[in-house]
């Protein structure tokens, strides 16, 4: 499996730690930055990988001190369903009910084995369908606000 990743100044040691897990299981990783710990602007770094997984159906993970500024820029970009994940149960949750395909953790939030855990779990479970694609469908369709 092919995973693009990325992160700002505040995720850059969780992002290494999910990157040498990953190609240690195998998978392609793609990295887009940072890859230095000097402050930088987290969209500059969440767009990017945003725009690589809606144009390759790839998955993408994305890490800064919370998650959440990954996931808010992630979430502009057509196509993508990021979730920022903090347990088991959520990675499960968001990849078979939300077909997330982008997975935002925080360093200051998490530990490096709980995180790894989190990647397993969401990179491991498939999209149930079903019910649960009418509704993804809707956020697809880009009609909330009409």
């Known amino acids: 499996m092919r995973v693009i990743l990325g992160s700002d100044h505040a995720g850059l040691a969780l992002k290494k730690a999910v990157s040498a897990h990953l190609t240690g ?35 993408g993970i994305l890490c800064c001190g919370t998650g959440q500024g990954m996931a808010m820029t992630a979430n502009r970009v057509k196509g993508v369903r990021a979730a920022v994940v903090s347990d088991v149960f959520s990675a499960v949750g968001t990849r078979g009910h939300n077909d997330a395909n982008v997975l935002c953790m925080g360093e200051r939030v998490i530990g490096v084995g709980v995180a790894l855990t989190i990647v397993d779990a969401f990179l491991g479970t498939a999209f149930e369908g079903g019910r649960h694609e009418r509704r993804v469908n809707k956020i697809a369709s880009n009609t909330l606000n009409d």
């Open 25 to 59: 299981a195998g998978h392609e990783v793609v990295d887009l930055g940072v890859h230095e710990h000097t402050s930088v602007d987290y969209p500059d770094y969440a767009a990017p990988v945003a725009r690589e997984v809606a144009a390759s159906g790839d998955f």
